[in-house]
């Protein structure tokens, strides 16, 4: 017997491009194209060297622990 509540067996729908909103391609995901894949690469790495020196302040500690 099925129960009622039983969910639907459709496969869930891909997240949208982070970069354009645009439906994400298999191929790409999460993006829709190689190229918003190389947009956010290089936000990542822009952000990533843009992070200032001594914010965390003095020593090497892990600022999240
Ligand atoms: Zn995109």
């Known amino acids: ?3 009622p ?3 639907p067996r459709t496969t869930p729908p891909a997240p949208p491009c982070p ?3 645009k439906p994400a391609e298999p191929a790409f995901r999460p993006f829709c194209s190689g190229r918003c894949a ?3 690469l290089q936000r990542w790495l822009s952000g990533r060297y843009a ?3 001594g914010e965390q302040g003095p020593g090497d500690d892990d600022p999240e622990a």
């Open 38 to 40: 190389d947009v956010d």
């Open 19 to 21: 970069i354009c909103g």
């Open 51 to 53: 992070i200032p020196t």
């Open 1 to 3: 017997m099925a129960e």
């Open 5 to 7: 509540d039983e969910p």
